[in-house]
Each structure stands twice: as C-alpha cells, then as structure tokens.
C-alpha cells in the first residue's frame, strides 16, 4: 500500500506529471539562483539569493520525494532528481534562460514567483492529502520570496536609466515564456475531477494575470502575452539549461552511487 | 535480608513523559540555544510494546540540520528505550510555525541575542515586518529590518539603533 494506490489510474499519472512539473521548476530555479551566491550586487544579496534558492531546493527535495513515494518503482528522490539526461527535465522554458544579469533573475524571480502562488493557491485544498499538507507549509515560506521579488521589480522598474532599461530588456527576453509556468499539463483534466487542484492551467493563467496587472500596470510594465505552442513549454531545453545540468549532475556522475 | 533483584534497564521512566523529557536534551545545531521541544520540532511521541514512534515538524521544508535532529532523537530515545526499534518520521501533516515555540523557548532565545519571531499573519497576509521587535541587548524597541533572509532559512538580520548592534531574529512563518 503506497499514498498513490487510492487514486484511478489516470489521476495517478496526471499527479506524477503535476509534482514532477513543480519539482523540476524549483530544482532548476534554486539551482540557478545559487549561482548569484559571492557575485551578487550586495553582500545583502548574496545571503538573500542564498536563502532563496535553499528554499527552492528544500521545496524540490520534498516534491520529488512525494513524487518518488506515487511512483513506487523502487527509485529514491535523488535519482528522480539527478539521474535524467536533460531532455528528460520537465520544469518550465521560463527558467531556461541564462542566467544573465542581475534584472533578468529579478524578471525571472518574479514571473516565476507570480505564477508558482498561483498554481500553490489552487492546491491549498488539495484532495490529495499528502499535497495539500506540504503546499501549505511551503507556502508560508514563498511569502518571503514573493515580498524579495516584489520589492526589486518595483526598485529596478522605478529608478530611471540604466535599472530600468535593463530590467525591460530582461522582461523582453523572459515575459513571452513566463506563462510557460501554468501551461496545459497532460491529463490535467482528470487533476480537476478528482479534486486535486482547483481548475485547470487557462484558469489559472487568468488568475495569475489578474494578480500582477495591478502591480505591472504601476510599474509600467507590459503584461507577458500568452503562451504560444503552450504543450512545448516543458520540453526542448536550452543549451544555457544543459550548461546549468553539466553543473549540477557532476558531483553525482563522478561517482555513481555514492553516498556521503 | 531480601536482595532486590537487579531492575530491568528500562523498568524506570520508560514512559512517554520521560521520552519526551528526554527529547529535551536533543537540539537543532542551527539554533542550539534551545532544544527541540521547546522548539515545537516533536509533534507526537508514541510508545507501543512493538516500537517508540516520534514525529517531527520541520522548521523549514528545506532545514538541512533535519538528519542531523532525527539521528540525534534516534540516538538519545535508544539510550532510554534499548529494546525495541524508534522511528523517527518527519512530516507535513501540520505546518510548523513560529507560534509553536514555547514561552520557554522564547525567553532562552532572547537570553542568547536572538529575538524570538513576531506572531505569525495567516498565509496570503503581508508579513509583519516593521513590527517593535525588542533589541535582545538592550531591550530598545527601535530596530529596523536589515534583510528578512539570514545565515540560515530561519533567520532574519536585524539592527538596534540604539545600542547599534546587529541582531537575529527568528524568521516568523
């Protein structure tokens, strides 16, 4: 008897593909904004940027041991984490972005803080208990991330000159991906029947657009047009993400099966 | 003369009251000042005739001290209970927040430097920020927020600017 077996088999494998989806997400972004840490604008940063992204990979740790735990085959969190060739990751085309500059990873920050509360929101009262108890404590720590986000959009969008400019030239290159994050997921239909989520991804894009228009429209700031091919958003990766993989599987490939 | 037989080694207090005054020895490394029951880290302690179950909250979901505390718990409870297996679980089944601290937690923290967290706002809510925290040095109220992320997830950085001294603060969530 594992938490998985209560569930119709298509339910399963559309909650497989659902916590999947947000643990590579948080995987990849944590990983990522670990790279900010020693280089970061401020000293203040760089604990900030830190924290962050332990934050993320705690989330993601605890995600793919949900995960590992429907799955049932025998394989442990770690090797759902590391043991994939990239095209095999399933987290959104938002966070295949290089890392670039310090305004891309506050776009970046932003987009993907906006529309992750979104899709936690519609998992608060999740029909799948084990779910719904970890999305409410992780949401009690992503306040924090959305308040750092929030606070650096607005600081960077409101200085005129050189901030400004080049947090819109980063809202340029990240906003046509950022609804990549609550894109169509497959089966997400049977996520909805089941009482799992809330709605479906066009609902959720719509609530996520409405929570930042307010925030965007004071800022000035263009609202991310819609997806386009949105059943790609999860696939064909970036050679910026096979970089970021070449860096986070080289502990675990130098030797496999290590403990320590 | 009756020679009393020598008592089992755990004939005496091998009951959950002593388990979890036990645990009380046990502390997180990241805040070593108190232990994890004042930390509010136990949720549930279980003695059965087949195995000693102890379930823990994490502060954190990412806390990287939680194998650490489970193999402390693990060690302490088998001194106390050698004869039959303890199993330590961490779960989600209810957030941990700072509210779970006790009153005695909180007077150890600030005895340390270390400012206990404001009341918790309810998920969704802006987090208090600009709250009076006490300065733990000085008692002055007039601190401000230096970052809100600090040398582990939780903790924040604060400053008095009375006796202008850093201080932590345990992030509320």
Known sequence: MTVGDALLPATRSSLEILLLAMADDEFVIGFGDSEWTGIAPLLEEDVAMSSLAQDE?????????????????????????????????????????????????????????????????ALAGSSFVPLRDLVAKIRREERYHLMHAEAWLERLAGAEGEPRERLLRAWGRLAPDAATVLGPLPGELSLEMSGIAD???????????????????RLRLPAPPPATEATAGRTAHSAAFRDLWSEFTAVRLSEPGATW | ???????????????????????????????????????????????????????????????????????????????????????????????????????????????????????????????AL???????????????????????????????TDCRQPFEQFKTV
């Not at chain 1, 709605?199 to 429209?217: G, K, N, Q």
């Not at chain 2, 979901?61 to 297996?85: K, N, S, Y």
């Not at chain 2, 040095?137 to 600090?150: D, I, K």
């Open chain 1, 57 to 121: 990979l705690g989330h993601a740790r605890a995600l793919y041991e949900l995960l590992a735990s429907v799955v049932d085959d025998g394989r442990s969190a770690d090797a759902i984490a590391y043991d994939r060739p990239p095209e095999g990751y399933y987290h959104a085309r938002l966070l295949d972005h290089e890392r670039g500059d310090w305004a891309t990873a506050i776009a970046r920050r932003y987009l993907y803080e906006t529309a992750d509360a979104t899709r936690l929101e």
């Open chain 1, 199 to 217: 709605a479906t991804s066009a609902v959720l894009d719509a609530r996520w657009r409405a929570a930042i228009r307010p925030m965007l429209e």
């Open chain 2, 1 to 127: 003369m009756v020679t009393e037989p020598l008592a089992p080694p755990r004939a005496a207090g091998a009951d959950e009251a002593a388990i979890w005054a036990a645990l009380g020895d046990v502390h997180d490394p990241e805040i070593p000042t108190i232990s994890i029951v004042d930390l509010g880290v136990v949720r549930s302690v279980e003695l059965s005739a087949a195995a000693v179950r102890i379930e823990l909250l994490p502060t954190f979901v990412g806390c990287p001290a939680i194998e650490l505390i489970v193999a402390g718990v693990r060690d302490r409870v088998a001194t106390l209970v050698p004869d039959r297996p303890v199993e330590v679980e961490i779960s989600f089944a209810e957030p941990w927040t700072t509210e779970r601290i006790t009153p005695e937690g909180r007077d150890a923290l600030r005895r340390s430097g270390f400012a206990p967290p404001l009341p918790a706002s309810p998920p969704g809510a802006p987090i």
């Open chain 2, 130 to 160: 600009t709250g009076a925290v006490p300065c733990p040095f000085c008692g002055s109220r007039r601190t401000v927020l230096e970052n809100p992320f600090g040398p582990t997830a939780c903790r924040s950085i604060r400053y008095c």
